[in-house]
């Protein structure tokens, strides 16, 4: 049974409970999203399913506690497919519009109804975006929130390589108070989406203090760093930039994210269904699945090595890129430099393919370092030519 298209039912018993959630646009502020599929799965098995009317509510009735045990699965054609763990009543998730560009990224934060503003901030050289400046060179704030929920959104229409870029969240609403424990507890999350997909999703760190939750960079070769940290700050908004300086500036390091044995394992047994789910053919299933493996786990090399074999498969070209970059990132043992050398030239074929020679350049010349290949040369002199 795919994990995505599961048989639907709905349990009226009497101990139901009925939750309720919103749908709503990521890029257009207030835009409600009717006829969306929804679909509920208790651990990935039996499911609840509606649609969203057109004021974008939906409601569904289960028998089963609405904890993290739950997923949420929404789908609508033109539209990235959201997935999240509950809990889900009361929530609203915004939909994001699929991208075209193949270096274009989409940052989208939802959370509950308290604290009821939560601002997300993008600082990279030069540019600091946040509601009081929401245009920077190749993004903006699409939208900002105020009143609980979000979503507040920023899409990077065109990321420069050769620069860091550093997504956080800060507590406005609790900025004076840096020992706060409401973001902790803001129910908050951060879906990064891809071309068409979703590729990382992150949760608030629980039981924790603080008003700034640093989430994670995208460093000079397009690779997302984990950070995942909540700290307290005595900063108003337009300083919080300072905070995020040191990680913006070339060739810095960061305090990478920590995984547990539990998450390890847990990321290995998913990329196992992953490739079960590819080899049989259900390529959603397992771009589900290699997904879920480096949420739990993003040092999973091999999860991120399958992913983009398969996004390739599906013809996602943006993603394939992405899930590239990082196996080149993570890639060790024996065959490490044939990996590194075999992924660049993927990367370079999908940039000549959509004529940014330049760009396909680098990636082919790349490859040729990592290995000599009559293949990379050829590719080298072909898109040399073309180069302005």
Known sequence: MSVLAASLSVSFLSQAAQSNIEILSATVKDQKIADAQVVVQHNGESSLATTSDASGKASFTSTNADTSDNIIIIK?????????????????????????GLDSM???L??????????????????????????????NLDVDDTDSYGPETITLTKR???QNYVYAVHDYSDQNDPQTSQLSNSQAKVFVYVGESLVR???????????????????????????NKLKGVSLPADKINS???????????????????????????????????????NYEDAIYYFTEAINYYSDNGKAYGNLGLTYQKVGRTAEAIWAN????????????????????????????????????????????????????????????????
């Open 243 to 281: 905070d995020l300086s040191s990680l913006v500036k070339e060739g810095s390091a960061i305090d990478t994210a920590t995984w547990s044995d539990a998450n390890i394992e847990q990321s290995k047994s998913l990329n196992l269904k992953g490739e079960a789910a590819y080899k049989a053919k």
């Open 325 to 388: 970059r990082k196996a080149i990132a993570l890639a060790s043992g024996n065959n490490a430099a044939t990996i590194r050398a075999g992924a660049n030239y993927n990367i370079g074929k999908i940039y000549e393919a959509a004529n940014q020679y330049a760009d396909a350049l680098v990636y082919y010349k790349n490859a040729k370092n990592e290995k000599q290949n009559a293949v990379y040369d050829n590719a080298i002199e072909r898109v040399s030519s073309k180069v302005n």
């Open 106 to 108: 989409r940052i989208v």
């Open 76 to 100: 609508k054609n033109g539209y990235s497919t959201l997935i999240a763990k509950c809990p889900c009543d009361g929530m609203s998730y915004a939909l994001s519009p699929a991208m075209k």
């Open 201 to 227: 999703t992150y949760y608030i760190p629980q039981g924790k203090t603080g008003n700034l939750w640093t989430v994670f960079r995208i460093n000079e070769n397009g690779e997302i760093e984990d950070i």
């Open 110 to 139: 939802s959370w509950g109804a308290t604290p009821s503003d939560l601002d997300s901030h993008i600082a990279y050289p030069g540019n600091h975006i946040y509601f009081n400046h929401p245009e920077g060179h190749d993004g």
């Open 160 to 162: 420069e390589g050769g």
